[in-house]
Structure formats: structure tokens, C-alpha cells
């Protein structure tokens, strides 16, 4: 069975950082790019950030641009997202995701998602 599990969630005050872990199991998670997504209560879904299958290509929301970084592990088959100067509207509930190939052809498979809280 597939399996995404996302960890590392929290509560931070504004200017803290966290680091949001993704453990991938029951597919061969080198052929996937991996993305995260967030939704604020009330809100839509929206992408964050999604970082191909060949580590290098990598793209972010205009929102988190030079405040969160993805990067990915494929020997521990785990995809990261550190976030840095978190402000009160990252607060949100986090979710990775993976899509074959590379960015922008729609994503295969969800986890559920980790809570993240940034108070002001």
C-alpha cells in the first residue's frame, strides 16, 4: 500500500522555523517528484512547493519564496520542508504529495497532513 506520512508540525511564533518530514513508502519514490500543499481553515487547497524527481528542479508559490526550502532523501525515500520566517498565514494544515515524473502533471498520491500554527 502506499503511504505518506507527514510529521514535524507545531505551534511557533512568528520568525520561528520548522521542518516538515515526509516518509514515503510502497512505490518507488526516486520516479516521483514530491510537492507539499497546505490548507488554511476556510481556504483551498494551494501548492507550496514541489521538487522534481531528478533532484535540481524545484518550484515554489510566490508566498514561500526564500522562506522554505524542499529537498528530498531518496535512500530514506522522505521528502523535507524547512520553513523559515514563519508568519501567522502559514498556519496551516500541511500536506505532501507525489506525482510521477516531473512538477505539473497532477499528483498520484496525498498524505494526510501535519499541523502547523504560527502565532503572531
Known amino acids: 500500500d502506499v503511504q505518506l506520512q507527514a510529521s514535524g508540525g507545531g505551534l511557533v511564533q512568528a520568525g520561528g522555523s520548522l521542518r516538515l518530514s515526509c516518509a514515503a513508502s510502497?512505490?518507488?519514490?526516486?520516479?516521483?517528484?514530491v510537492a507539499w500543499f497546505r490548507q488554511a481553515p476556510g481556504k483551498e487547497s494551494e501548492g507550496v512547493a514541489c521538487?522534481?524527481?531528478?533532484?535540481?528542479?524545484?518550484l515554489y508559490a510566490d508566498f514561500v519564496k526564500g522562506r522554505f526550502t524542499i529537498s528530498r532523501d531518496n535512500a530514506k525515500n522522505t521528502v523535507y520542508l524547512q520553513m523559515n520566517s514563519l508568519k501567522p498565514e502559514d498556519t496551516a494544515v500541511y500536506h505532501c504529495?507525489?506525482?510521477?515524473?516531473?512538477?505539473?502533471?497532477?499528483?498520484?498520491?496525498w498524505g494526510k497532513g501535519t499541523q502547523v500554527t504560527v502565532s503572531s
Open positions: 521538487l522534481g524527481s531528478s533532484e535540481g528542479s524545484s
Open positions: 504529495a507525489v506525482e510521477f515524473g516531473k512538477c505539473g502533471n497532477g499528483m498520484d498520491y
Open positions: 510502497g512505490f518507488t519514490f526516486d520516479d516521483y517528484a
